[in-house]
């Protein structure tokens, strides 16, 4: 299909999609601010509540579970989602102009356009929001503000480049919203950057997007020069905001993706006056470039992209934002690995060829970019993340080792992801909105993870590191060894993990020192349930105990502990069924006084409300090795020959068997 026949297509859903809000009548500008979007969950689900966008007005919030809700937080969390669907829809009739010349969809865009401006100034600084935020005028946080001018804006200068004009009054409305938005997010910049000392904020990328918004809508180039070139401008911030092998500082695929958008936007209005920041790399060579290949690296081989600290596993915002930048990183620099993530994303949006207003103003119809190309491990030794993969061998790993993070930092050190193409057997299960408490008592905390906690307690907010990576010259194997000695006092962990085209072995070693003894555990939470037949019911519980950080205080989640799991001559053998034709086989070395548990979880962060079933390996005393092998499409066994030897191998393949020796100065070797 040509690009003006896609286009064309595309413009008309669009138009269609319209269509239907206009004649449901929500295209009317409430004139109450918004408040906080993640207010927007339910307090007994934990689920995000649902907004549709027909909707003119609402004091009631319907969970998906069924509950009705009420509350001034959830209505001001309501606001917000109609505000930013209000500038969606006035880029969206822009856009739809543009491509088709229906001259009343220019007037829509326009109406809604000067109906903000005029509104804009009525608004107050919002004395609702909290605290620690930046306040914005038609939000609780500046943030949001920022965000939704830059919809906003590009619908203006969309209209404007189609040649559309705006009466007198309507440009003076325009003016003044663009004077008011200017002088308020200079002044948050000046906060952020000086007072706070925190250029590398995600805010700053964000104030910097909406401000290149103004100044390319006033046409003042010198007003963006200096916004480029100035501290915490786009140049400066590209160098403090994205470690030098191209990840977002936070570690946070989700603030890597939003900071990426932001970035994007100011290279777009940047363009407008013939400067190109497309090619611009920071310091230590960060670069757009960088930051979309190395999502391209990150994502699964179905184009999800893992949920590494805060952000969510998907929601249709998210998708919107992954699609965005995917059509742009596919048109601009022509990086084929970013095709599956764009096929992902217009997927969760119900939307598998594309018809969305992203393809419309970044699309290209180069899909011949696609290919099947397999994708090398790779390492991010600044973020801390680790990719191990092995040509012919279906399952992959991905493995967190870096810093913690911030204020979107996890306490997952050693954290692993284990990755099939039929589905992410045990993914990072993303952030709820933060408005939820689950977001402290569980999500964040160690016991959510693929990693190990001692006593019930989360790991301490830390960096480990990688001490060995080595991906074979021959493509056969790739090997990581990371550690961390900072999660617990006196504890040092090891995480060992050896990929070879038949399978992958996780072997964690845990040593403690002192006398004292102290529970050691091990926890998975694959996404498919375990199956087994050696579950014994059990009737116990697990007590996760939550340090709050700034108090002494412990709080208790309890968790059931529904089963226990029976080893065979030292052997635990479980299997997880993805999808219709795949299935991936799970071997773990049971040695004496261990106890291999089935728990029950709270689900997924889309709905925490429909339990998974956990499994924790667990050992009392001063050291535990945990050493499990995964297999796609059979199993294979483990034998332990010594305290630093095991042998793997695939049952009635005696020439598969690999004698593999633990080393204090190498790792894991092949002898």
Not at 133 to 151: D, N, V
Not at 226 to 247: N, T, Y
Not at 488 to 507: A, P, Q, S, V
């Amino acid at each position: 299909m040509s690009t003006a026949l896609r286009s064309d297509r595309t413009a008309r859903i669009l138009k269609e999609e319209i269509d239907r809000l206009q004649q449901a009548g929500s295209l009317f500008i409430p004139k109450e601010p918004g408040g906080w979007w993640h207010q927007y969950v339910c307090p007994h689900h934990h689920t995000e509540l649902v907004f549709d966008d027909k909707r003119v007005d609402a004091s009631e919030f319907a969970c998906p579970h069924g509950c009705s809700i009420e509350g001034e937080a959830y209505r001001g969390a309501w606001l917000v989602f109609k505000h930013q669907s209000l500038a969606r829809v006035a880029l969206q009739a822009a856009a739809v102009y543009a491509a088709l010349g229906e001259a009343s969809y220019a007037q829509l865009s326009k109406r809604l356009l000067v109906e903000y401006a005029e509104q804009f100034p009525l608004y107050p600084v919002h004395p609702e929001a909290q605290s620690w935020m930046l306040k914005g005028r038609a939000f609780h946080q500046a943030l949001t503000e920022a965000i939704w001018s830059t919809t906003l804006i590009r619908a203006y200068l969309l209209l404007r480049d189609k040649g559309v004009v705006f009466e007198a009054k309507e440009q003076a409305a325009i003016d003044v919203f663009l004077g008011l938005l200017a002088g308020s997010m200079e002044e948050y910049r000046h906060i952020l950057i000086h007072e706070r000392n925190n250029a590398e904020n995600n805010y700053t990328a964000w104030l910097n997007a909406s401000l290149s918004c103004v100044y390319a809508a006033r046409g003042e180039q010198t007003a963006l020069e200096a916004l480029i070139e100035g501290q915490g401008g786009f140049k400066h911030h590209l160098s403090i905001g994205v470690k030098a092998d191209q990840f977002e500082f936070e570690g946070s695929t989700y603030y890597h993706v939003f900071v990426l958008r932001a970035y994007l936007i100011s290279a777009e209005m940047a363009q407008r006056f013939g400067i190109d920041l497309y090619a611009v790399t920071g310091a230590d060579g960060q670069s757009m470039r960088g930051m979309l290949e190395a999502l391209a690296d990150l994502a699964d081989d179905q184009g999800v992209l893992p949920a590494l600290h805060d952000g969510p596993l998907a929601r249709a915002p998210y998708a919107r934002e992954i699609a965005e930048i995917a059509e742009q990183g596919l048109a601009i620099y022509g990086i084929a690995g970013l095709a599956p993530i764009l096929r992902e994303a217009y997927r969760q949006l119900g939307a598998a060829d594309g018809e969305q207003l992203e393809a419309l103003l970044y699309g290209t119809d180069d899909r011949t970019l696609v290919s099947g190309a397999t994708r090398a491990s790779r390492l991010w030794p600044d973020a801390g993340f680790v990719i191990g993969r092995v040509a012919g061998n279906p399952l992959s790993f991905l493995a967190d080792f870096g810093e913690h993070g911030g204020s979107h930092g996890h306490y997952d050190k050693l954290h692993l992801t284990l990755m099939h193409p039929a589905q992410t057997l045990t993914p990072d299960f993303g952030m709820v909105p933060y408005g939820s408490p689950m977001r402290k008592s569980w999500f964040a905390e160690t016991a959510g993870h693929n990693t190990v906690s001692l006593d019930g307690f989360s790991q301490a907010p830390h960096e480990g590191r990688c001490v060995r990576y080595e991906a074979a010259s021959d493509g056969k194997s790739v090997y990581a060894w990371l550690q961390t000695t900072g999660a617990y006092e006196g504890c040092t962990m090891n995480r060992h993990l050896l990929l070879t085209g038949e399978w992958l072995l996780d072997w964690f070693q845990v040593e403690l020192t002192g006398e004292e003894t102290r529970s050691i555990e091990w926890w998975m939470h694959p996404a498919a349930q375990p199956q087994t037949g050696t579950l014994e019911e059990r009737d116990e519980i697990y007590t996760l105990r939550i340090q709050e950080k700034d108090v002494s205080a412990i709080s208790e989640q309890k968790l059931p502990i529904i089963g226990g799991f029976t080893a065979d001559a030292g052997l635990l053998r479980l299997s997880y069924q993805l999808g219709a034709d795949a299935e991936v086989f799970h071997t773990a070395l049971a040695e004496s006084g261990d106890e291999l548990l089935a728990v029950h979880t709270p689900g997924d962060s889309v709905d925490p409300s429909q339990a998974l079933t956990a499994i924790l390996h667990r050992r009392n005393g001063r050291s535990a090795d945990f050493i499990h092998v995964y297999r796609a499409g059979s199993s294979a066994e483990i034998t332990r020959v010594s305290s630093q030897e095991i042998v793997v191998q695939v049952p009635g393949q005696p020439e598969s068997a690999s004698r593999i020796q633990l080393t204090e100065d190498k790792g894991l070797i092949f002898i």
